[in-house]
């Protein structure tokens, strides 16, 4: 009797493990959703954005932090290296009653940690801090419009050859002058950018700093592309909220998490920022797959799936 029931409790035990077994095999450890984008109105004033996309942002960079400043004469250091990107204002600054420089909107200021910014006008800036302090042979004050070693360099979210491209920092020495690591800019007008992301290892977060916008300026972006990857798995009902679309004005900042899928429209001029800087390889393109998911559902006209005609006919990484 003593031996059946061991028989039998070993069937039973060999019996659950093998559920176990199959539970764990059909249902692998699922992988964090993507963030999605946020945006912030700061022309009116929008704190509330502005503190959601801080927490994010922090959260995912360590050793960064940013903020907004809206209508000051000054800076005062506070022992931290800052990168400060005008939004409003322009006239004369200087950096610790010295080094002094004429400024305007779309200019970079790069502030060591025991410096600090007073003006003769008022001013907006959104601010970054950056654990990285910015190399000795790059200008305190950074012009995209006034130095003549920033170029229009067409590429990237503008491949127009009249192209306004132009890169403020940059990680490679041969696209720009000013090198530097911890963070980087450019100032480009986007008409049509390409769809692509930044993967969540080995990317970077980016920003758009709204700067001028054409009534049609548009960012559409979407947090799927696990989904816009995989073009046969998606039926016409998951297409219809693939991606979505959001009007730009003067004065908004987006936010644009590792891993969210992002395209410029219709006309705007922005700083695109990247944190920690654009690493060669990490924009990945996807408008092959758009356009296979519109061939594959018969998707057309108002109710196709937008994306690059030029970027579409093969796989984008730059």
Not at 114 to 137: C, H, K, M, R, Y
Not at 294 to 313: C, F, H, W
Request: net charge negative; with cysteine; glycine share 10%.
């Amino acid at each position: 009797m003593t031996a059946k029931l061991i028989v039998r409790g070993s069937i039973l035990l060999y019996v659950v493990l093998g559920i176990m077994a199959c539970q764990t095999t059909s249902n692998p450890p699922t992988e964090p959703p993507i963030e999605n984008m946020k945006i912030a109105r700061l022309s009116v004033g929008d704190t509330t954005a502005l503190q959601q996309i801080r927490n994010q942002f922090v959260k995912n960079n360590p050793g960064y932090d940013l903020s907004y400043v809206e209508s000051v004469l000054e800076l005062p250091s506070q022992g931290s290296n800052r990168v400060v990107f005008i939004q409003e204002g322009g006239g004369t600054a200087s950096i610790n009653g010295q080094d002094s420089s004429k400024f305007s909107v779309g200019d970079i200021i790069l502030l060591g940690d025991a410096q600090g910014i007073t003006t003769d006008s008022l001013f907006s800036a959104l601010v970054f801090t950056v654990p990285e302090a910015p190399p000795e042979n790059i200008p305190a004050f950074i012009r995209p419009d006034w130095d003549l070693n920033i170029t229009d360099v067409p590429g990237g979210c503008a491949t127009e050859t009249n192209a306004y491209r132009r890169i403020l920092l940059t990680w490679l020495g041969k696209v720009g002058p000013y090198n530097y690591h911890a963070i980087n800019a450019h100032r480009v007008r986007i008409m049509d950018s390409f769809s692509h992301y930044h993967p969540k290892e080995g990317g970077f977060d980016e920003f758009y700093l709204v700067q001028m916008a054409l009534p049609e300026a548009k960012i559409l972006t979407s947090a799927q592309v696990r989904k816009i990857e995989d073009p046969t798995s998606v039926d016409e009902e998951e297409a219809k909220g693939l991606i979505e679309s959001t009007n730009l004005e003067v004065g908004d900042l987006v936010y644009l998490p590792r891993g969210v899928m992002h395209r410029g429209v219709g006309g705007v001029l922005a700083q695109v920022i990247t944190v920690p800087g654009f690493i060669p390889g990490s924009e990945v393109g996807v408008d092959h797959h758009l356009r296979r998911i519109n061939q594959i559902l018969s998707l057309k006209g108002a109710k196709g799936l937008p994306y690059n005609e030029a970027a579409s006919t093969e796989a984008v990484i730059k």
